[in-house]
Nanobody, 122 residues
């Protein structure tokens, strides 16, 4: 059974920090690119950060570059998102995503977590 369980969200003041974790099971974690998305009411889901299967390549939304860091531990089947210098506009539900290309079925395989709420407010 595939599971992605996010943790680490909460209420934080502006300029504060949070570290999100996404613990996974039920699939070969090291074969999947991992990403963090966030959803805010009234807005489309936004890709925040992504990392390759090895963690050697990372990408970030312009809005979080220099403040957020995505990392992964393939031995622990876990991906992290370190968020520093948080702003009110970072508020949202953060979800992790696992994705790989299936060459047999010629399509992407996607798994999603349930999400964790991050609220940045004074």
């Amino acid at each position: 059974q595939v599971q992605l369980v996010e943790s680490g969200g909460g209420l934080v003041q502006p300029e504060g920090s949070l570290r999100l974790s996404c613990a996974t099971s039920g699939f070969t974690f090291s074969s999947y690119a991992m990403s963090w998305y966030r959803q805010t009411p009234g807005k489309e889901r936004e890709l925040v950060a992504s990392t390759s299967t090895t963690g050697n390549t990372t990408n970030y939304a312009d809005s979080v570059k220099g403040r957020f860091t995505i990392s992964r531990d393939n031995a622990k089947n876990t991906v992290y998102l370190q968020m520093n210098s948080l702003k009110p506009e970072d508020t949202g539900v953060y979800s992790c995503n696992a994705r790989r290309w299936d060459v047999w079925y010629v399509k992407y395989v996607n798994y999603w977590g349930q999400g964790t709420q991050v609220t940045v407010s004074s």
